[in-house]
């Protein structure tokens, strides 16, 4: 990913945004991690047209938000809506969650994730998405 200046103010609360997460983004970030899911490489707290990203797979132009229920007011979904479609400008892909499917549905939510990106289907075993395996065409299947 290209390096584009950041402000000093949120590189800084990137970094804080790191070290203390949320329920709901701590248990996704460990199945996305370290290329767990597909082989995908995704960062945490990403800085991005000056907004933070919760997650980001650069190579994809993927990112990922794991929203609370905040975002359901009308003053917080009008801000989703206008930081996701700066970010569209870019050439990113905004997926959102909210924090109860990433607790509940972990696994529904990685196989939305995987199938945005266009590195497995939806029909793939959660196993097989986290071990990092990557579906082959038909073809070459055994």
Not at 27 to 43: D, P, Q, V
Not at 134 to 142: G, S
């Amino acid at each position: 990913m290209p390096h584009t200046p950041v402000a000093q103010n949120t590189r800084r609360n990137a970094k804080s945004m790191r070290r203390v997460m949320t329920e709901p983004e701590l248990k996704l970030w460990n199945a996305l991690r370290a290329h767990r899911l597909m082989g995908l490489s995704f960062r945490r707290q990403v800085p991005i047209a000056g907004y933070i990203a919760d997650f980001a797979c650069p190579l994809k132009k993927l990112i990922v938000e794991v929203d609370g229920s905040q975002h359901g007011d009308r003053m917080h979904a009008h801000g989703d809506q206008v930081r996701t479609r700066r970010l569209e400008a870019d050439g990113w892909t905004v997926l959102r969650f909210w924090n109860d499917d990433v607790l509940t549905d972990l696994e529904g939510v990685c196989r939305h994730i995987v199938v945005a990106a266009g590195v497995g289907d939806a029909g793939q075993s959660f196993d097989a998405m986290l071990a990092g395996a990557v579906l082959q065409p038909e073809e070459f299947r055994p």
